[in-house]
């Protein structure tokens, strides 16, 4: 197997252009007599479905396609949901997908996600993989994935001065979010000294949050790996991620309130801290969500970039409103 060293250059480069593309209002008996006729190119095969505009708009399995009867539209059988490699990602970044999603190939997209390009697993091994694999070849397959990843990792693994100037900026933003946290609660010195019972339970309180959002955030960077976000589609993701959210929050809220009330005997204390809880999570998660999806608009390196930005801005928000709420109702 010969492991090209390129990681860093466009995959569009290595890209094969001899494929084809399905018009999704076609039957399956026109799409089998396109297939016959134009052919197939390499031996891996998928099979992509597009709409009029010539966007991808799914993946046809080709069990499904040679067992649906011959009237059935290519719309009804496709799986919608496509993991997809952007033009202007690299050889690395392609390496992360095949280790990922374990598929033997990846339509290559524009911005308008038309296709471009197809890059499969040849690029990694000078053997050729048919499309329906029998046993040793499924195991040599799996070997293949196992040394990319082996290989993503010596990527990885630069040299400490190397992997310090590249870390290093992001634990800046931990540092930097932190004395603003620490900024912030000397704003609310006051409302600290008045209830102790404020400050026994800032760090649960910042836990949460942040497991939150990072939850969220995960969530995201994996969806975007797959689809061509748009604001409908930031919206709708929001709106569902937002309701996980919440009832997240009231549980925890509702158990922080009960251990509270049996502890201190203090329900005002409780459904304050309760309150801000719910509060918190909700912006939790929705920095969790933004946060990657405004870096991935941008262009930026949401793989390394996301997590320490959405941490930082959530324990800043989480200090601003957790004293804020104490402050007012207290």
């Given at each position: ?28 008996d ?11 190119g ?7 479905a597009v ?54 190939a ?58 310090w ?92 309130i ?73």
């Amino acid at each position: 197997m010969n492991i090209k060293p390129t990681y860093d250059k466009p995959i569009i480069e290595f890209a094969r252009k001899d494929f084809t593309v399905l018009n999704k209002n076609l039957t399956v008996d026109e799409a089998l007599n396109k297939i016959r006729t134009e052919g197939v190119g390499e031996r891996i095969v998928y099979f992509y479905a597009v709409d009029d505009e010539e966007k991808l708009v799914g993946v046809l399995p080709t069990r499904r396609l040679l067992t649906a009867k011959p009237e059935t539209k290519l719309e009804d059988i496709m799986v919608k949901r496509v993991a997809a490699l952007p033009s202007s990602a690299t050889v690395y970044d392609a390496c992360e997908f095949f280790v990922t999603y374990k598929f033997l190939a990846f339509p290559v997209i524009d911005e308008q996600r038309k296709i471009v390009g197809i890059i499969d697993i040849n690029i990694f091994t000078e053997e050729f993989l048919s499309s329906e694999p029998d046993i040793e070849e499924r195991q040599r397959i799996n070997d293949i994935f196992e040394t990319i990843g082996v290989n993503i990792n010596e990527v990885k693994n630069a040299s400490p001065i190397k992997a310090w100037g590249v870390r290093f900026p992001w634990f800046l933003a931990t540092v930097t979010s932190g004395t603003i946290c620490a900024l912030l609660a000397g704003f609310f010195e006051a409302t600290i000294e008045e209830s102790i019972i404020i400050a026994f339970f800032l760090t649960l309180v910042l836990g949460l949050a942040e497991s939150t959002s990072i939850q969220s955030m995960t969530l995201t960077v994996q969806a975007l790996h797959s689809v061509q976000p748009t604001i409908r589609w930031y919206f709708r993701i929001l709106l569902k991620e937002l309701k996980t959210a919440f009832l997240l929050a009231l549980t925890c809220s509702s158990i922080v309130i009960l251990v509270i009330y049996i502890w201190k005997n203090n329900l005002k204390d409780a459904l304050v801290i309760g309150l801000s809880i719910i509060i918190i999570q909700i912006i939790a998660a929705f920095w969790g969500i933004s946060i990657p999806s405004f870096l991935h608009r941008k262009n930026l390196d949401i793989k390394i970039s996301a997590g320490p930005i959405t941490l930082a801005v959530t324990d800043i928000f989480t200090i601003l409103f957790y004293l804020g709420i104490a402050t007012i109702l207290m």
